[in-house]
């Protein structure tokens, strides 16, 4: 059974880079046909998709967030990580790591989730 | 604000059936598959309906989906307490190679 399990501090500063790091085990996140993804929940809000990368190191971005994003893939790993420069409190949110499959056009697999909050 | 428009908030009593509506634009559901989320408090979203109608294995097929257009819909029949949870609709859009959007979210109340 596949999982995903978030990792990383749940405290930043502001105008910090967030840093997160999702660990895929159960399979491989080289597996072609799916993209492995960020999103975002406010607390109290809704779903924000974040961005996702290929195994290849291929990405695609919110572009709402596209200048302070950055998404990565360690094969060697089976990790995907999420860097989020310049942070302020509206980016405190729980954040999901999550596996798309380009098929189905769905994201079927996601994280259980970590509380990143943004505060001094 | 949400780029797929949801109802904020739905209800129903045991036994009933209620519906839940998405809508969007040409570039995504108008041209892509429409998929459903649950969200029960403080867990991860677990998918409930994918290419529009299809449900993954383990989920009753008490829910179901549909879409028409630029317009999608999950039904819920046979109302339990425990449907009572957060429900999101979402699809990719066209308008930037792999980028997905979500709807608001409805929280579905058994009353």
């Known amino acids: 059974q596949l999982q995903l399990q978030e990792s990383g501090p749940g405290l930043v500063k502001p105008s910090e880079t967030l840093s997160l790091t999702c660990t895929v085990s159960?399979?491989?996140?080289?597996?072609?046909?799916?993209?492995w993804g960020w999103i975002r929940q406010p607390p109290g809000k809704g779903l924000e998709w974040i961005g996702s990368?290929?195994?290849?190191?291929?990405?695609n971005y919110n572009p709402s967030l596209k200048s302070r994003v950055t998404i990565s893939v360690d094969t060697s790993k089976n990790q995907l990580s999420l860097k989020l420069s310049s942070v302020t409190a509206a980016d405190t949110a729980v954040y999901f790591c999550?596996?798309?499959?380009?098929?189905?056009?769905?994201?079927?697999?996601w994280g259980q989730g970590t509380l990143v909050t943004v505060s001094a | 604000q949400s780029v797929l428009t949801q109802p904020p908030s739905a209800s129903g009593t045991p036994g009933q059936r209620v519906t839940i509506s998405c809508s969007g634009s040409s570039s995504n559901i108008g041209s892509n598959t429409v998929n459903w989320y649950q969200q029960l408090p403080g867990t991860a979203p677990k998918l409930l309906i994918y290419s529009n109608n299809q449900r993954p294995s383990g989920v009753p097929d008490r829910f179901s989906g549909s879409k028409s257009g630029t317009s999608a819909s999950l039904a819920i029949s046979g109302l339990q307490s425990e449907d009572e949870a957060d429900y999101y609709c979402?699809?990719?859009?066209?308008?930037?190679?792999?980028?997905?959007?979500f709807g608001g979210g409805t929280k579905l109340t058994v009353l």
């Open positions: 999550a596996r798309l499959s380009e098929i189905l056009r769905v994201t079927d697999y």
């Open positions: 159960g399979g491989s996140i080289s597996s072609s046909g799916y993209n």
């Open positions: 990368v290929y195994y290849t190191g291929s990405t």
């Open positions: 979402a699809a990719w859009d066209n308008s930037l190679n792999v980028y997905v959007v």
